[in-house]
């Protein structure tokens, strides 16, 4: 049966909960706001099908890394109908691929938001259902029993997309056990999940002090432009406050791998050949023709990691345009495509203010204090990886 001894060692997937044949597997959270799967002991039949679905216990083998392989391959898009640019973080190729599988009869799987606190995988076989698959939620999604669900409608010889980050397709994967012709798999780039907890007391302490409730959170606004993407949020009085993505109080704390799940400071599934068909990203340093005269409405990198993500990628060209881009341009523009995402040597300390004294305290002692030191050291970071990789392409 499955037993977390080491935190760094389960995502929260959910793939032993949904192979568990006796219903006696499920999430509870710990101190620190993170779930991970209890079993009922007592009632456990010893048939190990839960250890066999986890993908750290028994890894997926992955694509294929033999050097004729033609890919990963790299491709910048963005949607055909720019109005829908609005309602997607990036330049929106996610819709694009979901479009074409649901035009095709198939069925999409995607995290969804209920409210201002649950993310939540569900599934959408229609175009007006799948909308809100739309967008990044910047909290782990619940995968919930929808692993199981793939099974069936695969079973029932529809087509499916699985949507989630790289650790939600890798238990996808090992769950099913086998590859189906039928299945398509899109994960998009990670730079770790936050507590919920965290989360909920940021609330709390942000609607004592304006006297109002959250009602809505956008994640990503674009309504002053991709490149200045904004949290959005609604009150329950119907007053709105945006905020620069990367100034806002939580965000902010988060971006700085305060409060990372355990597990996604050492993931083992950043990184390339990716457990995915196909995978999505922000293509930030793009500067061709999807952002030309001020066009800033969001381009997508997209790896392409097989040669089934690039079927995906034909049938979705009815939606969106791409063209092919460097490897080493995409690297350079997005970390998190092979490298985990940056574990705070501050997380401890951070959690015991935040014990303590609650969030803003926290935040105060290791956010905004630290603030400028990080803007140099990320600068830095950022200005040494362009470097490498550019001097690799020169080379190629
Ligand atoms: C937690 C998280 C961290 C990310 N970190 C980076 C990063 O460091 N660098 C980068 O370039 N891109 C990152 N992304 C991806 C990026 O924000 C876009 O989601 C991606 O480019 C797809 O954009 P889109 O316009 O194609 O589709 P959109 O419509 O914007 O995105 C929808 C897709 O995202 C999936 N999704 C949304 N929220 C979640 C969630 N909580 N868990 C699992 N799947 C989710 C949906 O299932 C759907 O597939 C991150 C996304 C998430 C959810």
Redesign the pocket.
């Known amino acids: 049966m499955i037993r977390i001894t080491d935190k760094r060692k389960c995502s929260g997937c959910g793939a032993c909960i949904n192979a568990c044949p006796k219903d006696i597997i499920s999430f509870h959270e710990d101190g620190e706001g993170f779930l991970y799967p209890q079993v009922r002991t007592d009632q456990c039949i010893e048939c190990h099908l839960c250890e066999k679905a986890c993908p750290f216990v028994n890894p997926h083998p992955g694509q294929d890394n033999a050097s004729d392989n033609p890919y990963p391959r790299f491709f910048a898009a963005q949607l055909k109908e720019k109005q829908d640019l609005f ?10 691929l ?1 479009r074409a599988v649901i035009s095709q009869q198939g069925v999409v ?3 969804a938001q209920r409210d201002v606190d649950t ?1 939540f ?1 569900m599934r959408a076989s229609s175009v007006s259902e799948a909308e809100q ?9 619940d995968t919930r029993l929808t692993f199981r669900q793939v099974k069936r409608d695969l079973l029932d010889g529809r087509k499916v997309l699985y ?3 790289a650790c ?1 397709i890798a238990g996808l994967r090992t769950f099913l056990g086998k590859d189906y012709d039928a299945l398509f798999t ?1 994960d ?6 936050p507590s919920r907890k965290v989360w909920r007391k940021y609330r709390q302490e942000k609607e004592a002090s304006v006297g109002k409730k959250i009602r809505q959170l956008v994640f ?1 606004d674009k309504s002053m432009g991709w490149s200045h993407n904004q949290y959005k949020i609604t009150y329950d009085d119907g007053t709105v406050e945006t905020e620069r993505s990367t100034r806002q109080l939580f965000h902010a704390g988060y971006l700085q791998g305060l409060f990372y799940r355990p597990s996604c400071g050492s993931c083992r599934f950043a990184s390339i050949p990716r457990v995915a068909d196909i995978t ?5 340093q793009y500067q061709g023709k999807y952002r030309q005269n001020g066009c800033d409405l ?1 381009v ?2 997209i790896t392409v990691n097989n040669e089934k993500g690039q079927r995906l990628l034909k049938d979705a060209s009815a939606y969106m345009d791409f063209e092919e881009t460097k490897r080493t341009l995409a690297l350079a ?4 495509l092979d490298e985990h ?1 940056f574990e705070n040597p501050d997380r401890k300390n951070f959690f015991r203010t935040f014990e303590d004294k609650g969030y803003y305290a926290a935040a105060q002692k290791y956010i905004i204090r630290r603030n400028s030191n990080n803007i140099i050291r990320r600068v830095v970071c950022k200005l040494k990886r362009i470097i490498t990789h550019l001097t690799q392409g020169s080379k190629e």
Do not use: E, M
Request: with cysteine.
């Open positions: 309602f997607v973080s990036s330049g929106g190729a996610f819709w694009a979901a799987f995607g995290a993310i995988h698959l739309r967008r990044s939620k910047y909290f782990q999604s949507s989630g980050t939600q899109c998009v780039v990670c730079h770790g999940v990503r999505l990203a922000d293509y930030w969001g997508s990198l523009s997005c970390r998190h995402p």
